[in-house]
């Protein structure tokens, strides 16, 4: 029998600012999370160090961790050489080509164009979700918001630059906006 997470800690744009994710690594114990998503920008302008540093912080929390690169993720070529290492050492930590345990789970560093939003989207990938139907999708974006779009529930979890993640409850269908901070 396939375990669900039901469960989740989703954040997005650390900017290779290690102390906000050791806060929230620390944090993600007391949210009883069975998972962890991170969206880019991870570590713009990133070197294969500021990228094994962020990995190894999220790998403390021994929870599957899925992360996402973002537009400012660049040079792509140190972002995928430290992601294709690390995985080999925390068989956990999942990189975009990862699963969360078969369940339609999507996740963008693009918000989908959606009037609740209040703010442009991509067309193409409203579509995507209203064609595909994921139960869930994770953008970024720097305030932490949540619609429904079709059946899907869209989440942008806040920018843990600022101190925001969300825990978001998939069996209670519920999202609760906490700051590292508190």
Known sequence: ?????????????????????????????ETGAEAVVVLGSLAP?????????????????????FYLPGPEDVPIVEYIREAATIELIYPYLHGVHGTLDYQKVFLFSTPPEHKGFHESGSTMLAELIKSYRPRLVFVSGKEPKRELLGTS????????????FSIVDLREQTVETRSIRS
Request: proline share 5%; no cysteine; charged share 25%.
């Open 1 to 29: 029998m396939r375990h669900f997470v039901s469960r989740i800690v989703a954040t997005a744009e650390p900017r290779g600012n290690l102390e906000a994710v050791e806060r929230l690594v620390k944090q993600v114990d």
């Open 45 to 65: 302008r990133g070197t294969t160090r500021a990228y094994s540093h962020l990995f190894k912080a999220l790998a403390q929390t021994r929870l599957p961790t």
């Open 153 to 164: 529930l869209v989440v942008m979890p806040g920018s843990l630059t600022q101190g925001d």
